[in-house]
C-alpha cells in the first residue's frame, strides 16, 4: 500500500538546534524556514485528503459488490453500528489482551481486538493478518477450512485496510519456527473476523514506516534498499497515527509512571496535592515569555508556572504542596528541549533550617523515580530503545552536589571560559555534564548556589554573598531539568525584587501581600516532565515526549 510518506525527507536525525541563548542571530531563519515547510506540508495534506476521499468513494462503491452466497458468512463481516451502541453488556474478561498471548495457551479459544496493522494474501485459501494492540502483535492466520472458514471469508481478511481495527476469535497454535514479524510467539488460527471499524484506504503513514529506526533505514541504504524514512512534521501533523508505534507506546507509558512516583513519592514524605489558577493578572516568572489575553475587560496573562500561588498556599499553612499542571512559555524558542505549553511538576514546602532540605526531597524523588522506570518498564524502555538506541541512565544512589562556583572552577580546567555571576548556556551544560561523568561517574546531579542576578526574583539570596543565591538547578545527561531555591519571605525584600526585575508590583500585590500575614520560610522546585522523559531516555527532540507539542508554530493537531 502507497503512503505519503514515502517522498519525504527525513528530519529526525538532523542535529539539535542551537541552544536558546545563543540562536538569535538565526531566528529569523528559523522562521522563515519553518514557515515554507509548513506551507508545504499543507499543500501535502491537501492532496492525500482528496485521494483519501476518492479511495473511499471507491471503496464504498465496490463493497456492497464483494458479498457473495457463503452459508458461513455469520463468521465475518463489517460489525453494524447498532451492535456497537452498547446494545447490551457481556463479560469482559472474554477478552484476551495480545500482550498477553503466550505458549501456554496452546489449544484455547481465544477473542482479541486490535488493528490490522498488515494483511497479506497468499493464495484463494490463506491469508495472514497481523493484529496489534497496545505496541504488541500477534499473527493470526486465515485458512479455508470446509464447513469452517469459507473462501469468501479469506477475500474478506484480504481487502482489509491497513490500521481497521478487528475482533478475532480463534484457537491458538504454536509454530515450530520463531515468529520475526510479531512480538507474540504465538499464532492464532481464526475462525471469526469482524471489522469493527473500517481506516481509510490510503493512510498519511504506515506505522511500520513511522516505527522504523534510523540504523534499519542506513542498512537498507548500504545494501541499495530505499526505505520510508517519516520525518517529524509528518509524524506531528499525522500525530493520532504515529503514537501507535511501538517506541511512542512505550514513551507515553513511561511518562505516565514518571507522573505516578512523583505523587506517590510526594504523598509518602506528607506532601498533598493541589490545583493552582492558570488565568492570573500578572507574570509569575517576569520576562516578556508571557501569553497575554483579555479576561472580561481585564489584561490577564496565561500562568508561566503555579509559582506564586504554590507559594501563598505555603502562607495558609499547607506545609507541603505539590502540583502536576500545563505551564505556558511565549518564547519563540525553536530548540531542540522548550515548548510553548508542558507538564509541569512543582514542589513547595517549609524550610526550618536550610535549602538543602528542598534537595533532599529532590535526591530521593529522583533515584527512588529512576529505579521505579527501571524496574517497571522494562517493556517500554526496550521498545524505546530499538528505534531510538540509547545508554540507560547513570546515577549515583547519594546524588552529587557541588556549588555553580565548583562547576565553574571544572569548566576553566578544561578550558571553557565562563562568567562566574552569569548563567551557563546549553554548550557550557553539556560540556560540564560530561566532566561530572568522567570525574563522577554519573549523569544526574545538582548544581547549586547560583549568581543571584540569573534567577527569578522571588529568590532569597545567600546570606554570606548577595551576588548568590539559595537555588539549585538540577541536570540530566548535560541538560538542565529542575530549578529550586529557597524564597524570599519577607515582603518588603520581594518587592524590591520584583521591581528590579521589572514586573509591575501591582500586578502581584495580592501575591505579596499574602507575605504581610506571617509566612514560614520555603522554597521548592520545578520540573518539566516532558524533558524528564526525554532526557531519560535519551531521545534529541522534546516533541517525542510531549503528546500533542505546542510551539511557536504548531497549535494543532
Known amino acids: ?67 457473495e452466497e457463503d452459508p458461513l458468512s455469520a463468521n465475518y463481516g463489517d460489525v453494524p453500528l447498532v451492535e456497537l451502541q452498547s446494545k447490551a453488556p457481556a463479560d469482559v474478561n472474554s477478552w484476551t489482551e495480545v500482550g498477553k498471548l503466550n505458549e501456554a495457551m496452546k489449544d484455547q479459544h481465544v477473542l482479541v481486538r486490535g488493528r490490522a496493522q498488515t494483511i497479506r494474501s497468499v493464495s484463494k485459501n490463506m491469508a495472514f493478518v497481523v493484529v496489534r494492540e497496545h505496541g504488541f502483535t500477534v499473527q493470526c492466520v486465515i485458512t479455508a477450512i470446509p464447513d469452517v472458514v469459507s473462501r ?16 478475532v476469535e480463534g484457537i491458538v497454535s504454536v509454530p515450530k519456527d520463531p515468529i ?49 524514512r517519516v520525518n517529524q512534521d509528518t509524524r506531528l501533523n499525522n500525530r493520532v497515527i504515529d503514537i501507535r508505534t511501538p517506541a511512542n507506546q512505550g514513551i507515553f507509558r513511561i511518562q505516565s509512571q514518571v507522573g505516578t512516583v512523583f505523587r506517590q513519592f510526594l504523598l509518602s514524605e506528607n506532601f498533598f496535592e493541589i490545583h493552582t489558577p492558570k488565568l492570573i493578572a500578572g507574570s509569575s516568572e517576569g520576562g516578556a515569555s508571557v501569553f ?9 496573562c496565561l500562568a508561566q508556572s503555579p509559582q506564586l500561588h504554590k507559594q501563598m498556599a505555603i502562607c495558609g499553612d499547607f506545609g507541603r504542596v505539590f502540583e502536576i499542571g500545563p505551564v505556558f512559555r511565549a518564547e519563540d524558542s525553536f530548540t531542540h528541549r ?6 509541569g511538576l512543582d514542589v513547595e514546602m517549609e524550610i526550618k533550617n536550610h535549602y538543602f532540605e528542598v534537595m533532599d526531597i529532590v535526591d530521593r524523588l529522583f533515584v527512588a523515580m529512576f529505579d521505579s522506570l527501571n524496574q517497571n518498564c522494562e517493556k517500554e524502555l526496550e521498545a524505546v530503545g530499538r528505534q531510538y538506541p540509547f545508554e540507560p541512565l547513570k546515577y549515583l544512589r547519594k546524588t552529587l552536589r557541588l556549588t555553580f562556583e565548583e562547576g565553574v572552577q571544572m569548566l576553566k580546567d578544561a578550558g571553557v571560559e565562563v562568567d562566574p555571576l552569569g548563567d551557563l548556556n546549553t554548550e557550557t551544560e553539556r560540556k560540564l555534564g560530561k566532566l561530572v561523568l568522567e570525574k563522577y561517574g554519573t549523569e544526574f546531579y545538582i548544581l547549586h548556589r547560583y549568581p543571584l542576578a540569573v534567577r527569578p526574583f522571588y529568590t532569597m539570596p545567600c546570606y554570606d554573598n548577595p551576588a548568590y543565591s539559595n537555588s539549585f538547578d538540577v541536570f540530566i545527561r548535560g541538560e538542565e531539568i529542575i530549578s529550586g531555591a529557597q524564597r524570599v519571605h519577607v515582603p518588603e525584600l520581594l518587592a524590591e525584587r520584583a521591581q528590579g526585575c521589572g514586573i509591575d508590583v501591582k500586578t502581584i500585590s495580592t501575591y505579596i501581600d499574602s507575605f504581610r500575614y506571617g509566612a514560614p520560610p520555603h522554597g521548592g522546585f520545578g520540573v518539566g516532565l516532558e524533558r524528564v522523559v526525554m532526557l531519560f531516555c535519551g531521545l534529541n527532540n522534546i516533541r517525542k515526549t510531549s503528546l500533542f507539542p ?4 504548531r497549535i494543532a493537531p
Not at 550 to 553: E, H, I, K, N, T
Open 1 to 67: 500500500m502507497s503512503s505519503e510518506s514515502e517522498t519525504l525527507s527525513s528530519s529526525a536525525s538532523a542535529p539539535p538546534p542551537p541552544s536558546q541563548s545563543e540562536e538569535s542571530s538565526h531566528e529569523d531563519d528559523s522562521k522563515s524556514v519553518s514557515k515554507k515547510a509548513a506551507k508545504k506540508e499543507a499543500a501535502k495534506l491537501e492532496k492525500l485528503r482528496r485521494r483519501q476521499e476518492a479511495a473511499a468513494a471507491l471503496s464504498n462503491a465496490t463493497s456492497s459488490l464483494s458479498v
Open 152 to 167: 469468501q471469508m479469506v477475500k474478506f481478511v484480504s481487502g482489509l485496510n491497513r490500521e481497521s481495527i478487528v475482533d
Open 180 to 228: 520475526k514479524g510479531a512480538t507474540q510467539q504465538v499464532e492464532v488460527q481464526v475462525r471469526k473476523l469482524y471489522c469493527v471499524s473500517k481506516a481509510l484506504p490510503t493512510l498519511p503513514i504506515i506505522v511500520e514506516d513511522a516505527a522504523r529506526s534510523e540504523i534499519e533505514i542506513e542498512k537498507a541504504l548500504q545494501a541499495g534498499e530505499q526505505l520510508v
Open 292 to 300: 497575554r489575553l483579555d479576561y472580561k475587560g481585564q489584561p490577564a
Open 338 to 343: 522548550h515548548l510553548c505549553e508542558f507538564t
Open 550 to 553: 505546542r510551539d511557536p508554530l
